[in-house]
T-cell receptor
Framework: DAGVIQSPRHEVTEMGQEVTLRCKPI?????LFWYRQTMMRGLELLIY????????DSGMPEDRFSAKMPNASFSTLKIQPSEPRDSAVYFC?????????????FGEGSRLTVL | DQQVKQNSPSLSVQEGRISILNCDYT??????FLWYKKYPAEGPTFLIS???IKDKNEDGRFTVFLNKSAKHLSLHIVPSQPGDSAVYFC?????????WGAGTKLIIKP
């Protein structure tokens, strides 16, 4: 069974450039989460989708960040323009809904370095 | 305002002995507590969970204990194995949100 698939695994870019991270959730899962992990702040929830609809984007740092989920099998997280402080590992996770124990299935992450 | 705290950044345990990882929380409304394990360059993977109405859940070498009066939970791993070396995250669920601790790095010494 394919797990959550994220791309790219690594991205190095220069300040001011646009960055797009991609995620394919597990088939049949109706909840999708984007997280950011840094040494200083740990795992932070950026945005949560349920049935492709953004439910909570209060964790999105600022207007430079945007996320979309055009269909049940694909989501993007975009940063435009990128800044060095955006350097982090970005994780996508999916789950089968809120009726379960809350278990999330994570992708392997996208490590972003903004120079 | 940290609602979920893991006060030990790291823990070193001899192979074969018991590893005990601790987690404290402040919100009485959490309904599930979960432990995740994370290896370097990988995403966190689910390990074990416990409902707020239980006080113990066991799965093989892993047991989670919940003390609601103390707002404290712990993960016991026995016997500890080299492959258990990883970062362990405690998480608590409130509605759809998982609130995460900062993690504890467990090192199993041979």
């Amino acid at each position: 069974d394919a797990g959550v698939i994220q791309s790219p695994r690594h991205e190095v870019t220069e300040m001011g450039q646009e960055v797009t991270l991609r995620c394919k959730p597990i088939s049949g899962h109706n909840s999708l989460f984007w997280y950011r992990q840094t040494m200083m702040r740990g795992l932070e929830l950026l945005i949560y989708f349920n049935n492709n609809v953004p439910i909570d984007d209060s964790g999105m740092p600022e207007d430079r960040f945007s996320a979309k989920m055009p269909n049940a099998s694909f989501s993007t997280l975009k940063i435009q323009p990128s800044e060095p402080r955006d350097s982090a590992v970005y994780f996508c996770a999916s789950s089968s809904g809120t009726a379960n124990t809350g278990e999330l299935f994570f992708g392997e992450g996208s490590r972003l370095t903004v120079l | 305002d940290q609602q979920v705290k893991q006060n030990s950044p790291s823990l070193s345990v001899q192979e074969g002995r018991i590893s005990i990882l601790n987690c404290d929380y402040t919100n009485s409304m959490f309904d599930y507590f979960l432990w995740y394990k994370k290896y370097p360059a990988e995403g966190p993977t689910f390990l074990i969970s416990i409902s707020s109405i239980k006080d113990k859940n066991e799965d093989g070498r892993f047991t989670v204990f919940l003390n609601k009066s103390a707002k404290h939970l712990s993960l016991h791993i026995v016997p500890s194995q080299p492959g258990d070396s990883a970062v362990y995250f405690c998480a608590a669920r409130s509605n759809y949100q998982l609130i995460w601790g900062a993690g504890t790095k467990l090192i199993i010494k041979p």
